[in-house]
Every structure is written in C-alpha cells, then in structure tokens.
Nanobody
Framework: QVQLVESGGGSVQAGGSLRLSCAASGYSTYCMAWFRQAPGKERERVARIYTGSGNTYYADSVKGRFTISRDNAKNTMHLQMNSLKPEDTAMYYC?????????????????WGQGTQVTVSS
C-alpha cells in the first residue's frame, strides 16, 4: 500500500511560480507523475519521472516552464512550476506506479493522491 500526500498548491498571478510536493509512504515506486484536471476538461498528464533512472517526460503545454524532480532518500517528488498561465489552473494529482511496465496513461498508475488546487489569475 502506498500513500501519496500532495502539498504546495495555491493561488498565484500569471507569471508567478509554485512548487508542488508529493510525499510517498509505503511500497517503493517504479515511476511517478503529475496529472491535472480542469473543470469540464479531460485529465492531462503533465510530467512523469522514473524513480530509478530519473528519466522525465513533459507535456508540450508545460515544457520549458515546469520541472519534475524526485528525492529518493525522502521518497518525495516535486513539480516546480514557473511562468504560470491561467490555463494551468486545475486540480493537480500525484500518481505512482509500483508495478512496473508502462508509465503513460492514468491507467498505468495504481496509486493517487487526493489532489491539490492550483489557480492562476490573469
């Protein structure tokens, strides 16, 4: 069993920054990711990182602005979000895959956090 606890969401003006954190407890993870979902929109994978290699993926919409990282010693993942835009407004979810295999869609992740709200005003 893995528990994921997100923190760091909030409200910020366009152009500002926020840093999300996800603390994982329990079983070790194979990969972790951040997803987001805005009202009326489909869930979107924002960034993904493999726990072992550190290999990362970013959605085109956040590339160059967001940075995903992990601290394996603390079992924590972060998402540094810079140059935030109103379209980044969403609930952000931390997700973990403990089974291996693919780390692409939401179905590949078997543990989810409760979500943290990010609101960017223009």
């Amino acid at each position: 069993q893995v528990q994921l606890v997100e923190s760091g969401g909030g409200s910020v003006q366009a152009g500002g920054s926020l840093r999300l954190s996800c603390a994982a407890s329990g079983y070790s993870t194979y990969c972790m990711a951040w997803f987001r979902q805005a009202p009326g929109k489909e869930r979107e994978r924002v960034a993904r990182i493999y726990t072992g290699s550190g290999n990362t993926y970013y959605a085109d919409s956040v590339k160059g602005r967001f940075t995903i990282s992990r601290d394996n010693a603390k079992n924590t993942m972060h998402l540094q979000m810079n140059s935030l835009k109103p379209e980044d407004t969403a609930m952000y979810y931390c997700a973990a895959n403990t089974r291996g295999g693919y780390c692409y869609t939401g179905a590949d992740f078997n543990y989810w956090g409760q979500g943290t709200q990010v609101t960017v005003s223009s």
